[in-house]
């Protein structure tokens, strides 16, 4: 259930999404929390990686989807949720999904199953620095979706940003997305403001564990 991807960093595959662990100097770091269902998975790939789900210091949102927010609700801690500005009121639930966009019509369809957490929810902006990571925006996929890169740690949480097909990068497809426009703009636009990372984790897919910018940046190339 977890597989270490690198000292400090665990990769927990949910079925049909990713979730993730982080040590980052001794602030445990979750990232992303799977769908409702999903609380029992991760609360039992935190105890494989050696912690207990009240260790976690805070929660990385990569953006508000049904799987990926779903579990929030149904883990029995306190730390601060950090999503996106443009999906932060969606999470809270004091705003809904604009549900005149395809992708907006999708998760008002599944929010039905979503509770909003009880936890501390903070809205994060372009280039702010939680702990090691720095956020970056990168709309597309969802109009708040954050990419978490950590030069300390060689990491990156992607997010549905990319996913993962057959050992390469490809980009979150129109019907899952608010703007492919976007999504091809944040995808340039990381390749050429993040610093280099070995590790890739994204929300679908195998994570890579070497190279990750590089096939990042070879993505970029194509768009």
Do not use: C
Not at 82 to 87: R, T
Request: no cysteine; aromatic share 8%; charged share 25%.
């Amino acid at each position: 259930m977890a597989t270490q991807l690198a000292d400090g960093l665990w990769w927990f595959d949910l079925g049909r999404v990713n979730a993730f662990l982080a040590d980052d100097d001794g602030d445990l770091t979750l990232v992303d929390a799977g769908t409702p269902f999903d609380s029992g998975d991760i609360a039992h790939g935190v105890s494989e990686a050696g912690y207990g789900v009240n260790d976690i210091d805070r929660v990385l949102v990569t953006h508000y989807d049904f799987d990926h927010v779903g579990a929030l609700s149904r883990l029995p801690f306190e730390a601060p949720v950090f999503v996106g500005k443009a999906d932060a009121p969606i999470l809270s639930g004091t705003e809904t999904p604009d549900w005149q966009n395809h992708k907006g019509a999708l998760q008002r369809a599944a929010g039905s199953l979503v509770s909003a957490p009880e936890n501390e929810i903070r809205s994060v902006e372009d280039e702010d620095e939680i702990g090691s990571f720095t956020a970056y925006a990168t709309p597309g996929h969802s109009p708040g979706h954050v990419v978490y890169v950590s030069e300390k740690l060689d990491v990156a949480f992607l997010g549905d940003l990319v996913m993962e097909g057959h050992g390469k990068l490809k980009p979150s497809s129109w019907v899952i997305s608010y703007d492919t426009d976007d999504v091809r703009d944040s995808i340039v636009s990381l390749a050429e403001r993040a610093p280099e990372f070995e590790v890739a984790g994204m929300g679908h897919g195998v994570p890579f564990i070497r190279g990750g910018s590089e096939r990042l940046q070879e993505l970029a190339e194509t768009l």
